[in-house]
T-cell receptor, first 114, second 112 residues
């Protein structure tokens, strides 16, 4: 295991539902990330948190709402999603040392919007 | 426009041969480049880091080169094994901190 745990592993939700993805890291890292991976497309960085503060929002629609209550936990709140939001959502953490530190990824949440 | 291109087709090689994967980028000036391995249904796993002032890095059977003039990185796996079969992703470190911009990945299959 990588030390980054994501739950749930699989999620099917309707377009009117509200759900949350959870990520937890036990590595003592100070930075956490949400990535989206769609079929045949590269991983897309969605959000970056550094010391619990959001430092990057990569033009993500407001139906995705991140929350970082502390350096070990990261949530992605989902509401009124579209079928094209179906993808693998990956959480990662790293020690932000100015650049180059390896990212540790969770197993991902496979999201299907119906 | 900015692009990161990896071998678009899957790469099939025979066990024991050297696999060479390419990562070409356009209109980026990365401070570093990383390679990751991703197995189906799992998150990427870090393999190697190479910085802009380095030409080559090695780790066991893995070797990565970085040519900032050609804007290209090559990733080699020597003495390949069926267990090396996976998708390999290159990621550029741009924009400061540890933010990564990924390529689409190359699927490698090592056959007996």
């Amino acid at each position: 295991e990588t030390g980054v745990t994501q739950t749930p592993r699989h999620l099917v939700m309707g377009m009117t539902n509200k759900k949350s993805l959870k990520c937890e890291q036990h590595l003592g890292h100070n930075a956490m990330y949400w990535y989206k991976q769609s079929a045949k497309k590269p991983l897309e960085l969605m959000f970056v948190y550094n010391f619990k503060e959001q430092t990057e929002n990569n033009s993500v629609p407001s139906r995705f709402s991140p929350e970082c209550p502390n350096s070990s936990h990261l949530f992605l709140h989902l509401h009124t999603l579209q079928p094209e939001d179906s993808a693998l959502y990956l959480c990662a953490s790293s020690q932000d040392d100015g650049g180059g530190a390896e990212a540790f990824f969770g197993q991902g949440t496979r999201l299907t919007v119906v | 426009s900015q692009k990161i291109e990896q071998n678009s087709e899957a790469l099939n090689i025979q066990e024991g041969k050297t696999a060479t994967l390419t990562c070409n980028y356009t209109n980026y000036s990365p401070a570093y480049l990383q390679w990751y391995r991703q197995d189906p249904g799992r998150g990427p796993v870090f393999l190697l880091l190479i910085r802009e002032n380095e030409k080559e890095k090695r780790k066991e059977r893995l070797k990565v080169t970085f040519d900032t003039t050609l804007k290209q990185s090559l990733f080699h796996i020597t003495a390949s094994q069926p267990a090396d079969s996976a998708t390999y992703l290159c990621a550029l470190g741009v924009g400061g901190g540890n933010k990564l911009t990924f390529g689409t990945g190359t699927q490698l299959k090592v056959e007996l």
